[in-house]
Each structure stands twice: as C-alpha cells, then as structure tokens.
C-alpha cells in the first residue's frame, strides 16, 4: 500500500517504475493526521511517500523505488550494473530538485513570496541537470539497452511530462526542456512505451496540478494564411473560421468550431498541428502534435496522435460548425496545445483505416498511402495559432 499526495512530487517515479516494472500499486488513503502513519513507517514528523507491503513498511522515496524496481517480475534479469545506474538516475533527480530548491521557488508557489525567488538561478540550474541529462541519455532504446524502460528511463518522463513541481520549475524559470533533443526523444519513447503508455494516459497524478485554475480558455483563428500556390489554400481559398477550446479539469476540453468557405461538401479531416509556423502557408505547421510518438487515429482510439480530431462535416455552404470533448487535448502543462495550429484539410481523414502502403518510405507523407500518418486528409486549406484567450 503506497500513500501520498494526489500529485506528481515525489510519489510519481515510484508510480512509473512500477507501471514499467509489472507491479501493481495499491495507493492507500492518507488519513487526515498522518503523524502514526508516518512513525509507523520509520518517517521522520510527516514525511511521505510512505508504503506498506505485507509486514514491511518503510519510507523515503529513494528507498521505495529501489524495493518497488527489487521487486518487479518485468526487472528480475536486470544486471547490477543497470541497478546501479538506475538508482544513480534516481539520485540525480533528488539532487536537481535540491538545487532547485535553494532558488526560492517552492515559496513562491506556495506562498506567492516573489521577493526570495531568484529566476537566473533556477534557470541556471536546470541548464547545469539537462546538460547532464542530455548527455547521459541514449540516441536511441533506453537508458540501460534492455527492451523496456527502467527506472532511469522513468526518470526522464518523470521530468518531462509531470506538472509538479517540475513543469512549474520550467515554467518560472523561462526554461524549455524539449530544447534537449535526446532527452526529449527518450522521454517520449519511454513513455509510448507498452509497460508506460496506459499509466502515462489514465494517471490523474502525473500531469496533475494543484496551481491550475479550470476553465482555461483559448481561441484559434483560422485561415489560408496566404501562400495560395502549393499548400493546398487554393482548392478553398476564402476558408476561415474560429475554433474555441474550454478545458474544465485535468481531461476534459471542449473544441467549439465555425467555419466558413471550406470547399466541397462532407467530411473534411480536422487537426492539431505541431507548430504554429505558416512561413510558407500552412503547409510549415508540421506534422499533428504528437508528444506520445503514436501513429494516426481516431480521436476514441488508444493509438492516435493528440492532435487527432478526426472530421468535421462541411455542408453544402461550405460551412461547418459543431464541438467535441477531448481528453488529450490540454491548454496548459507539457503537452499543452497553446502555441500550437489548428489546421482544417480539403479532404476527409480516413482515421487510420485506408492506405498505409508507403508509409515507411522517406521524404514527405505521400497523400493516399498513409493513413497512419496523416489520414490521407489532403491539402491544408485553413490553420492558425491557438492562443489562450
Ligand atoms: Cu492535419
């Protein structure tokens, strides 16, 4: 039985090494007073995570994620080697989170204190921990070459998809972590991995947030975004239109669209793009928004991008509007869509269903074959920015 608070912190690399490791967690509820709790486990005052399990109990986050990884049946060949480098992951995380510390930023998020709160050294900081980061990670596999992540690996999702503290850490400090490329890949691997991809998803922890405020709202303006030669704009040249985003909780936004002058009737594939780059029309938005490294889908299916949101269903008038819920679809925290372009297509996204046969090959997708890139949707007709309103 695990215990800990309902966000990321320090429970969650115990959390994802488990998930990674085949052992099921069972999360205790922490009782209001948690003082004989915490003495029971061998805490010091209220110090958690704390965990049980059959006669043992015991503390420190440290400690349980190397019992939890000890313990794993996906873990037991593991070398010693990878044990060790694995705690040394562990080890780093603690000391960043020091570092970290020392800057004042934990009492400006708790208690709004500015005054204490020194910017250029968090910043420097967390240069100093991804420097190292980015040098120790793999260009490809995982951290300790075997099949599936190990707590090392988890290390790297940790920092790279958990609101707490860490996407605040970045977030004060003007700091971008996807500017660490081998460390951004790895982070995505691991966390597309089999043994992550369903924690990562469903966890209410990781991406978590004691300091969002819901609603959030945005609003995307779309268009041809000039360029009328080449991009596709000029099969449906007056299409425009606004998109509106409303998240309410941690899963939950709601995509409201109108727009006009969108071409022929039916159903025309709907996006969100990677990038809200139109230097050369909409054609240089990028591929969907992809932070999960999945093929195309549907917007209900388990393998599909986060930008995958299907069809929208243009009327004889050229004219469409409607909504849609999405829970993968966020406007704030690391897979946020802010800054990011919504893009409508001249044709219908097939969802991943129709033909996939070159998409394999290299240079650009080769609209027709390959539906598990981009849902053969065609030319970009409309995009723009998504920008919190
Ligand atoms: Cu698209």
Not at 364 to 388: D, H, M, W, Y
């Amino acid at each position: 039985m695990f215990y800990y608070s309902p966000y990321a912190g320090r429970g969650e690399l115990t959390k994802l090494i488990a998930s990674a490791g085949g052992v099921e967690l069972e999360f205790g509820a922490m009782p209001e007073d948690r003082k004989d709790l915490c003495a029971s486990c061998g805490a010091v005052g209220t110090g958690i995570p704390v965990l049980t399990h059959g006669d043992l109990k015991m503390c420190q986050s440290q400690a349980i994620q190397t019992y939890i990884a000890l313990i794993a049946p996906n873990f037991a060949g593991l070398p010693p080697q990878a044990r060790g480098i694995d705690a040394m992951w562990g080890a780093h995380v603690e000391d960043m989170i020091a570092d970290c510390g020392k800057t004042g930023i934990f009492g400006l998020l708790f208690g709004g204190d500015t005054a204490n709160f020194k910017q250029d050294d968090l910043k420097a900081a967390l240069e100093k921990w991804f420097g190292l980061f980015e040098r120790l990670c793999p260009a490809e596999g995982f951290v300790n070459g075997q099949g599936i992540p190990t707590a090392a690996d988890c290390c790297a999702v940790l920092l790279y998809f958990a609101a707490f503290p860490f996407w605040h850490f970045y977030a004060n400090a003007g700091f971008d972590p996807a500017q660490y490329p081998k460390f951004k890949s790895l982070a995505g691997r691991a966390a597309a991995s089999p043994v992550l991809r369903k924690y990562v998803e469903t966890s209410t922890s990781l991406m978590g947030d004691p300091f969002t405020k819901y609603p959030i709202t945005a609003v995307c303006v779309v268009g041809p975004n000039g360029k009328v030669c080449g991009d596709g704009a000029e099969q449906a040249p007056g299409c425009a239109g606004k998109v509106t985003f409303e998240q309410t909780d941690a899963n939950t936004t709601k995509i409201s669209w109108e727009i006009s002058g969108a071409g022929k009737e039916g159903l025309h594939g709907f996006h969100v793009h990677e990038k809200a780059d139109f230097s050369n029309g909409c054609a240089s938005a990028g591929p969907h928004y992809n932070p999960f490294f999945k093929t195309h889908g549907a917007p209900g299916d388990e393998e599909r991008h986060v930008g995958d949101l299907g069809n929208i269903t243009v009327g004889a008038d050229g004219k469409s509007s409607g909504s849609i819920t999405d829970k993968l679809i966020k406007l704030s925290g690391p897979t946020s869509v802010i800054g990011r372009s919504v893009m409508v297509h001249a044709d219908e996204d097939d969802l991943g269903k129709g033909d996939n046969s070159k998409a394999g090959e290299a240079g650009p997708p080769q609209n027709g074959f390959v539906s598990k890139v981009t849902g053969n949707a065609g030319a970009r007709i409309a995009c723009g920015e998504i920008k919190l309103a």
